[in-house]
């Protein structure tokens, strides 16, 4: 098609200079020169090609041009070129897809992508076109737009220099593509990972970020803020009775409390379950932190309604400041919630800071637990007996079963020293159940010897509650060559305090199988007569702290009488617990309690040691006792 164009050309411009050549000849020259015809046909020819071949160039840009523009307007993105003053050159169609603008409108208006970006981008928006227009820098950013319909979408702007031949920049070709679900789909990954799901706050993860830039932005160890580590109290029962679908419902009410109370300079994150954290830049003495912590407990403490009920909630707090109880997020944290936990687990206040000495008890905890642990697992953990006696004749009548520790490096380690730990990690399940083995295994012992006397077991709330240890217990005792008669069961009200039926039920288990049931500690728990005619129970033991009183104190006498009395009327068998002078044992039979136990008596003794009283000659009849508990 090329020789089409300059053919064109050649005929034209021979036309026409031949034309001035003919003119010359005929009307200018008296005599034909073939120069005259040479000449301009050469300068035709020249001209004509020359002209022939901006022809050509121009049908090839035009039909570059065309293929560009069939390209890029079927393109999905959003593509422009601008030259530097911001007139738009070339618009594609998909633009008003994305924008709800049309192309003329870039057209019409220079540097029209300025009016749709969005205000918070703006500052980035003008870095980017100031290194495209003035370095020619190639570069992509990722900004938001507003739409015509005032949308907003997220694009991904990617821009390049324009050159001509010599290397000079003369515009900016983009391609712009929406990234608006990439976006949302990445907030939403950045939710879950950072965010509590609940409650919408920021969750440990983000909040130890937080703490930490907090941290690497104190300029010295004059800057000081407070972390404060809150704890909702019985929060468990709330979900034990009402489901945990309520039990969400108030955490979130919680969550806007406490929300209301937080200041721009207040970080409120949620760590799972009840548990809340605050960083409180602005707090940074204990007068301050005192009296914001107050206000959050007092507004928490007000009672709300969530689905017709009324909840009448309470809280701990425990605080800890930067940089003198902690220069890093763990240490921060760990020690605001060891001052909670103290403040939950002592109840002196609902308001704790932190102190070093807490930080011993940890320390004291954690190593308690590991040495449980090894307990355990080389059974290390055996009965001691502490008898209880008939008061007029002091002959041993039964035996009361206490736990100790027979720790290879420290020896025999005391209750006090280890039962808190093992109750709360939960050790204390498999240390009841090794005492029970060791206990079994005694008093099959004792019988080869001849002697059958009654002991009485101890069972803690905690393991009560598990029926894989009442279970496991049974068991036992059923797999024992002994009679179940001679196992008696110790309780406390504490057990009662969760579901009564279930206790009921469990005390029934046993009682069904011959095993005598005593509540221990009566008189220091709650509706103590309650639970007297609610439960079965064959035992009664009266709490130390009535007998240390009897010999001076005419209250405690008169109690004293009192539960006596009851117990001859409900037929249940009175012990008194920790007798340790004469006067309270004369007092006691004064009153007609038949038995008791304590140091007065017997301190907590060895199976070997126990085995040793009992056969000699004047402990012989203890053995009959049996039967007098059972006419009893």
């Not at 580590?229 to 679908?245: A, C, P, T, V, Y």
């Not at 010999?551 to 008194?576: E, F, G, W």
Request: hydrophobic share 40%; aromatic share 10%.
């Amino acid at each position: 098609m090329q020789w089409r164009i300059y053919l064109k050309y050649w005929l034209l411009t021979y036309l026409i200079i031949g034309s001035f050549a003919t003119v010359q000849l005929v009307f200018v020259y008296d005599e034909f020169h073939p120069q005259f015809v040479v000449i301009p046909a050469v300068v035709a020819f020249i001209i004509g090609s020359l002209l022939g071949k901006l022809a050509v160039v121009r049908e090839q840009l035009h039909e570059n041009g065309e293929r560009f523009r069939a390209v890029a307007d079927m393109a999905q993105e959003f593509i422009y070129y601008r030259n530097l003053s911001g007139e738009y050159q070339y618009v594609s169609p998909s633009v008003e897809a994305l924008t709800g603008y049309s192309a003329d409108e870039f057209y019409k208006h220079s540097n029209f992508m300025d009016r749709i970006v969005h205000p918070e981008d703006q500052a980035s928006w003008k870095r980017h076109i100031d290194d495209a227009n003035g370095e020619g820098i190639a570069e992509s950013l990722d900004i938001r737009i507003l739409t015509r319909d005032k949308q907003l979408k997220w694009i991904n702007h990617v821009s390049a220099p324009v050159v001509n031949e010599k290397g000079r920049l003369i515009g900016v070709r983009t391609a712009n593509v929406d990234i608006t679900a990439q976006k949302l789909h990445e907030e939403q990954v950045f939710r879950l990972a950072y965010y509590d799901a609940l409650t919408g706050l920021p969750n440990r993860q983000l909040f130890e970020k937080n703490l930490e830039d907090m941290i690497k932005k104190s300029s010295s160890e004059k800057d000081v803020f407070a972390v404060l580590f809150l704890d909702l109290d019985r929060f468990k029962n709330i979900n034990d009775s009402f489901g945990h679908k309520l039990g969400d419902k108030v955490l979130v009410e919680v969550t806007h409390m406490v929300e209301e109370l937080c200041g721009n300079d207040c970080l409120l994150s949620r760590f799972g379950g009840d548990e809340f954290v605050l960083i409180c830049a602005d707090v940074t003495d204990k007068y301050t932190a005192e009296s914001f912590a107050r206000k959050i407990i007092s507004k928490i403490e007000q009672p709300f309604i969530i689905d017709d009920i009324v909840f009448y909630m309470s809280a701990s707090i425990g605080v800890a400041f930067y940089p003198q109880d902690g220069s890093d997020f763990s240490t921060l944290v760990r020690n605001a919630d060891t001052a909670m936990y103290k403040s939950k687990k002592d109840m002196s206040s609902k308001i704790l800071f932190y102190h070093t000495e807490f930080g011993n008890e940890t320390t004291h905890f954690v190593t308690t637990e590991a040495e449980i642990h090894k307990g355990i697992r080389d059974k290390e953990f055996i009965p001691y007996y502490q008898p209880k006696v008939d008061i007029r004749s002091g002959k041993i009548v039964g035996l009361e079963a206490l736990a100790r520790w027979d720790n290879a490096e420290q020896g025999i380690i005391m209750p006090a020293k280890f039962i808190d730990v093992a109750e709360e990690t939960g050790q204390i399940i498999e240390i009841g159940k090794q005492v029970v083995e060791r206990v079994i295994d005694d008093m099959v012992r004792w019988s080869e010897d001849g002697i059958e006397i009654p002991v009485a077991i101890n069972v803690s709330a905690r393991q009560f509650a598990n029926s894989t240890y009442c279970n496991d217990i049974e068991s036992m005792m059923r797999e024992s060559p002994l009679s179940t008669g001679l196992i008696e069961v110790e309780i406390t009200e504490q057990v009662f305090l969760g579901d009564l039926e279930l206790a009921r039920e469990r005390i029934n288990n046993f009682r069904a199988k011959g095993v005598r049931i005593a509540l221990d500690d009566f008189g220091t728990g709650y509706s103590s007569l309650s639970y007297l005619r609610q439960l079965p129970i064959d035992v009664l033991k009266i709490d130390k702290s009535f007998i240390d009183n009897i010999t001076h104190d005419d209250t405690s006498r008169a109690i004293m009488k009192a539960i006596v009395s009851i117990c001859q009327d409900l037929n249940y068998m009175p012990v008194a617990e920790g007798v340790e002078t004469e006067e309270q044992k004369e007092q006691l039979l004064q009153m007609g309690c038949p038995y008791a136990q304590g140091y007065l008596f017997y301190k907590a003794i060895s199976a070997e040691d126990v085995r040793n009283i009992l056969l000699s000659s004047e402990q012989t009849r203890a053995r009959s006792f049996i039967a007098d508990q059972e006419d009893h």
